[in-house]
């Protein structure tokens, strides 16, 4: 069996290839020398290229731009837009006219002008007038600026909170020591607050007070009661011993010769404020701490190392109407004269401490004249 080469020219490819080369190259003469394709031919894509003839054709005619085109006036139009420009008083179209500069100056109105927009200008008058008293123009926002030239008025100028009380000199000074039947009238009447432990002014005495148990009670086999009454029964001043807390020790390192102190009776029926003593000698050192038959005894509290004070006090009063502890919580609620009495706020402590307007009210709670040496 034979086999056919592809250079053979009855081979299908070969006849394929002159066909596509004979169908290409007419064109290509044809667009070389000029000549449209005829009729029939395939054309290649896009805009065909222009013959000479065409192009000298086409070069004669005026070339039309983009867009719209020129509008071509008359010679009535052209005369008519000319005599518009010329007369100022003829509208001359859409958008902002043109200034036309004339030979004469206008006068400047009074009226101010509006410069665009926003706030308008301020017209500077320039006059020789004298200045004008008047204060001036607010100018601007926020608060107008005072006149220093204004006279100042004579109404005193109130300040904030409750104004001052005056006192007038046909009014007489009332005596904050005179007797108040009711001890409410005097917490109120005092204006400043008393500061804590602090001493009368007229007297530099401070005001303490110390508790006591009136009742029998065996401790290690010993009574511990002692009353008012024995106080007032003692023959020589009583040392005020056992008290074995470190705040009420440090109380007592405060007390001095002369100071007064309100005798409590505690834990028995009716505590409370019996009577008055004074304190005659200063803190020293408790030696009933050292001693192990003692109630109190403390084995760390030795001679060498002393932990406890004693002070000694001597009896001066007895009320009749003892301050009961129910009276003294009842005036010593939130707002009340005995609001913060120390012993009310630390009742555990058997020794604190009494600011001189308490030291007065419990004084009239118990119906006692107030002195001012007392």
Same mark, same amino acid.
């Given at each position: ?7 053979? $020219? ?117 006059? $020789? ?246």
């Amino acid at each position: 069996m034979s086999t056919m080469s592809d250079n053979d $020219t009855g081979s299908p490819s070969k006849q394929i290839q002159e066909e596509m080369s004979g169908a290409i190259h007419p064109v290509e003469e044809i667009t070389k020398s000029g000549t449209s394709p005829q009729t029939g031919e395939k054309r290649k894509r896009g805009r065909p290229r222009k013959t000479p003839d065409e192009v000298t054709k086409s070069s004669d005619e005026p070339k039309r731009g983009r867009g719209r085109p020129r509008k071509v006036l008359s010679e009535t139009e052209i005369a008519a837009a000319a005599a518009a420009a010329a007369s100022p008083g003829v509208k001359r179209g859409r958008g902002r006219p043109r200034k036309e500069s004339g030979t004469t100056t206008a006068q400047p109105s009074t009226t101010p002008k509006k410069d665009g927009r926003g706030r308008p200008r301020k017209e500077q008058v320039a006059t $020789t007038d004298s200045p004008s008293t008047e204060p001036k123009k607010k100018d601007g926002r926020g608060r107008p600026r005072k006149n220093p030239a204004a006279t100042p008025s004579t109404t005193p100028k109130r300040g904030r909170g409750r104004p001052r009380k005056s006192i007038t000199t046909d009014e007489p000074v009332a005596n904050t020591e005179s007797k108040i039947e009711d001890p409410d009238e005097e917490d109120r009447a005092t204006s400043q607050p008393v500061r804590e432990s602090s001493p009368l002014e007229d007297t530099g005495r401070s005001y303490w007070l110390m508790k006591a148990e009136p009742e029998s009670r065996l401790e290690k086999g010993v009574d511990v009661k002692f009353s008012i009454d024995d106080l007032a029964a003692a023959k020589e001043p009583e040392p005020w011993d056992g008290v074995r807390n470190p705040v009420a020790r440090n109380i007592m390192k405060e007390m001095k010769q002369g100071d007064y102190a309100f005798f409590y009776h505690s834990n028995c029926k009716v505590p409370g404020v019996v009577g008055i003593m004074e304190i005659v000698r200063e803190h020293s050192i408790d030696e009933s701490a050292f001693d192990s038959k003692h109630p109190y005894y403390d084995p760390k509290s030795t001679p060498t190392a002393p932990k406890w004070v004693v002070v000694h006090v001597e009896f001066r009063k007895k009320f009749n109407n003892p301050v009961t502890l129910t009276d003294l919580k009842l005036h010593g609620q939130p707002g009340k004269a005995l609001e913060n009495l120390q012993t009310l706020k630390q009742s555990r402590l058997s020794v604190s401490s009494v600011t001189p307007a308490q030291w007065r009210y419990i004084l009239r709670m118990a119906g006692e004249e107030v002195r001012a040496n007392s």
